[in-house]
Nanobody, 125 residues
Framework: VQLQASGGGLVQAGGSLRLSCAAS????????VAWFRQAPGKEREFVAA????????YYADSTKGRFTISRDNARNTVYLQLSSLKVEDTAVYFC???????????????????WGQGTLVTVSS
């Protein structure tokens, strides 16, 4: 599967953005899809995920309540709604995918074999 992330941009603190991750390939509904982010000088971190089987969602503590992940399997697309953005949310956001991930492996980027190119989100104060 190939992934194409889009929707990043410059936004003021408190604002919102919606990121999209469009996938090509078959059986998209069976893939778990996650978003990770990496800020300059920092390690990559888990943001949110939606599981392929049943569509369960998972969030990092830092994004819970502010970000919402959703998927439209008919369009082969996963969305990440970013709300109440903070300066510290500034990062390159990557969408990733893999099949057959158990829950404990969802937040670990090494478990994903398919990566999009990343989209930059910049939050200004």
């Amino acid at each position: 599967v190939q992934l194409q992330a889009s929707g990043g941009g410059l936004v003021q603190a408190g604002g919102s953005l919606r990121l999209s991750c469009a996938a090509s390939g078959r059986a998209f509904s069976t893939y778990s899809v996650a978003w990770f982010r990496q800020a300059p000088g920092k390690e990559r971190e888990f943001v949110a995920a939606t599981r392929g089987s049943g569509g369960s969602t998972y969030y990092a503590d830092s994004t819970k309540g502010r970000f919402t992940i959703s998927r439209d399997n008919a369009r082969n697309t996963v969305y990440l709604q970013l709300s109440s953005l903070k300066v510290e949310d500034t990062a390159v956001y990557f969408c990733v995918a893999n099949q057959r991930l158990i829950q404990s492996r969802i937040p670990l980027d090494t478990n994903y074999g398919y990566w999009g190119q990343g989209t930059l989100v910049t939050v200004s104060s």
